[in-house]
């Protein structure tokens, strides 16, 4: 496999990782903490006293946010190392 | 030992602690300077991140922003930290990869331009200084609010404090006072929110405690010996005064949308949050640094709602309906009360003359409260105002910022909690105002003057403009701290609308196509700019009116709409014009890609 090859296949999956991880963030924020919460809202998180969509908007979100970042490093590391792009 | 003691000596330790690590840190080479020779431990680099973007408006405000607003706050707790996804995922490991010192670095040379540059250090020197102005006058507000100075001398000490680590340590002197800095103000908010969260729902888990039931000291009081949630009680005490529901929302989905998302892409191009990537060895470590940056954030930006609604709780069940004189029987307002009203920060007028206190939705009287002469009292004791008092039954006015700032009063904690509070608003405060002072003298000595103006000036000489730089920074963010121009509250939307509408937009242009060209990129930072410029000049300060707001759009969420017009401006010219030429198409090729990066280097 050539370098060019290979860098172009690189650069793809990391946008398709990204892709996902961006489809999450927006569901938590706009989608659960924003247009969605007054549906959410009718039911609480189990074992809480939080309405879900409230839960999602002051709180859920940003644990989430929290973890995509942490994802997302730890993937694009095992893909740097896979593709001998790492940097050292 | 009393309150003021106290808060001498803890402020006076973390003082001594900023100068001590200045001296340790100094900067000797431009490079040191600008990116702390771009040498910082991720851990290290999240913290300083942390304390870089959590500002005095983070520590003292928030909380009671939300206090008020109740589910509408939560826009800021989503808008302030899901930015950093964008930056994890979008920014922080190309521009670490491209290496070099700045925004402006990146924008001139990816877009082979000293136009885009200039337009860029202008966009970076203006969101700045806009922000610092509100920095100092926190620091001078906190000083005259604990310290007993005025606020001129408080913003004085800032000054002379910044000016010191600031311009002797540059960049690797900042990045170790903010990693000290995150200490304190993380420590500093979680004590008293974890002793409040204990008294009113018996949890010591502020986050936890938020969605459990009503216990503890004062929880079990609040709850009359029911068991019933917090938030539960919370709506229904908002229902009986007239409140909109506390979890629930009033403003309009799209204005919320496009507020967060105004929010989000602004922070992610702020230029003093993503300069703090190129201080980490690899691109590997500004991945993690942003991960470890938002868990740091993540520790305020999830207590801070639960405060919020702790001290909501609390506010309304002590004050309603309690008499203002202290009375054996009946319910009476604590001292508290007395001390906030002293520094105006509470205000009560006795509309029914019942002499207890009443609060409902609505505005007791017009406009901030106006104290008339200073011991002028009412026939209760209480504090009379010159304001013409409203229709409206609500008898109290508030100021959000109490929220916090009398939560250790409120929760009956030891004097030395109360000084801490102190010592972390300072830290908060102190620690943004050097990351963007940086901003700007960065902007100057080395985007303006070595890449622009004078490119064979020596990094000696370069190195004693930025100190310069610094110092004159300093000095006119003083000014601003002390002379406050009226406006400064508004325009911290421009701070985000501009970030949002200029730079996010270039960047990802740079890194995620090839095409993106001088031309393209440069018309689309002047329409985000003019667009998002004059839209919130026209609504916050030549009277605009709600009526008139574009789809229903409030100035604060339209850098969402100048970002969607830089982009389509700069796809449209960029495809009509000649594309870049190939060494800058070779160029995006090598930020994608990790390997070969290198410190930051002193370019020639």
């Excluded at chain 2, 009412?378 to 013409?388: A, M, P, S, T, V």
Aim: glycine letters at 10%; proline letters at 4%.
């Amino acid at each position: 496999m050539d370098t060019q090859k290979n860098h172009s296949q690189y650069w793809r999956l990391n946008i398709r990782l990204v892709c996902i991880l961006l489809a999450i963030w927006f569901i938590v924020s706009y989608g659960c903490g924003i247009l969605f919460t007054d549906v959410l809202n009718t039911v609480n998180l189990p074992g809480t006293a939080f309405p879900l969509g409230f839960w999602f908007a002051q709180q859920g979100s940003i644990f989430v946010f929290v973890i995509l970042i942490f994802v997302y490093s730890f993937q694009m590391n095992r893909l740097d190392q896979q593709y001998g792009v790492a940097e050292d | 030992m009393d309150v003021q003691t106290w808060t001498f000596l803890i402020v006076g330790f973390t003082f001594t602690l900023y100068v001590g690590i200045a001296i340790w840190s100094r900067a000797s080479s431009t490079k040191e300077f600008y990116v702390a020779g771009g040498g910082v431990h991720p851990v290290a680099n999240g913290m300083a991140t942390a304390a870089d973007w959590m500002s005095a408006a983070s520590f003292i405000s928030m909380a009671g922003l939300i206090s008020f607003m109740g589910y509408d706050g939560s826009v800021y707790l989503m808008g302030w930290t899901g930015g950093y996804v964008l930056l994890a995922l979008l920014l922080a490991p190309y521009l670490r990869k491209f290496g070099k010192f700045t925004v402006p670095d990146f924008v001139g040379d990816r877009y082979y331009s000293n136009t885009a540059r200039v337009v860029a250090v202008l966009c970076a020197i203006f969101i700045s200084f806009t922000y610092v102005a509100g920095q100092m006058r926190g620091v001078g507000v906190v000083f005259s609010r604990f310290l007993e100075v005025d606020i001129t001398t408080g913003v004085i000490i800032g000054m002379g404090l910044v000016l010191f680590y600031a311009v002797l340590g540059g960049m690797k002197g900042i990045t170790y006072t903010q990693v000290a800095q995150y200490v304190i103000l993380i420590f500093a908010f979680m004590v008293p929110a974890i002793f409040i969260s204990i008294m009113l729902t018996n949890n010591p888990i502020p986050q936890l405690g938020f969605g459990g039931n009503l216990g503890g000291d004062i929880g079990s009081r609040i709850a009359g010996g029911q068991s019933v949630a917090l938030l539960e009680k919370l709506n229904g005490l908002h229902a009986e005064l007239g409140f909109e529901a506390y979890t629930s929302g009033s403003k309009s989905k799209l204005d919320v949308f496009c507020i967060a998302a105004a929010l989000m892409v602004g922070t992610a191009g702020l230029p003093h949050v993503i300069v703090r990537f190129y201080t980490v060895p690899k691109v590997r470590d500004a991945r993690i640094s942003a991960g470890w940056a938002l868990l740091f954030i993540a520790i305020l930006y999830t207590t801070a709602p639960a405060v919020a609604a702790f001290a909501r709780t609390n506010l309304i069940d002590t004050v309603q309906n309690a008499h203002y004189t202290q009375h054996e029987t009946e319910k009476s307002i604590p001292d508290w009360f007395h001390n906030w009203e002293n520094t105006g920060l509470l205000a009560w007028v006795d509309k029914n003359e019942d002499g207890k206190i009443q609060y409902y939705s609505g505005k007791p009287f017009v406009g901030k409260p106006k104290f008339i002469e200073a011991d002028k009292r009412g026939i209760h004791g209480q504090r009379l105002l010159e304001n013409k008092p409203t229709e409206s039954q609500n008898e109290l006015y508030i100021d959000r910022d109490i929220m916090v700032l009398a939560n250790p009063e409120i929760a009956q904690l030891p004097a030395w909690v109360i000084a801490l509070v102190a010592a972390g608003a300072l830290a908060a405060a102190l620690s943004t105002a050097a990351g963007l002072l940086l901003v700007v003298s960065t902007a100057i000595s080395h985007d303006l003057l070595k890449r622009t103006l004078r490119p064979d000036i020596t990094e000696k000489q370069e190195l004693w403009a930025a100190r310069i730089a610094a110092s004159f920074a300093v000095l006119v963010a003083g000014y601003f701290g002390i002379n406050p121009p009226g406006f400064v509250a508004q325009v911290v939307a421009f701070a985000f609308g501009l970030a949002a509408s200029t730079f996010f937009p270039a960047i990802l242009l740079g890194i995620f196509t090839r095409w993106a060209n001088r031309e393209g990129v440069i018309t689309g930072m002047l329409s985000g700019l003019i667009f998002t410029s004059s839209y919130i000049v026209y609504f916050k300060f030549l009277g605009g009116t709600s009526e008139q707001w574009l789809f229903g759009i409030s100035p604060e969420g339209i850098g969402t709409l100048g970002m969607v017009l830089n982009f389509v401006v700069a796809m449209i010219v960029s495809k009509r014009t000649a594309p870049p030429p190939q060494e800058i198409q070779d160029l995006v090729e090598s930020i994608r890609i990790p390997k070969g990066s290198a410190g930051p280097s002193v370019h020639d």
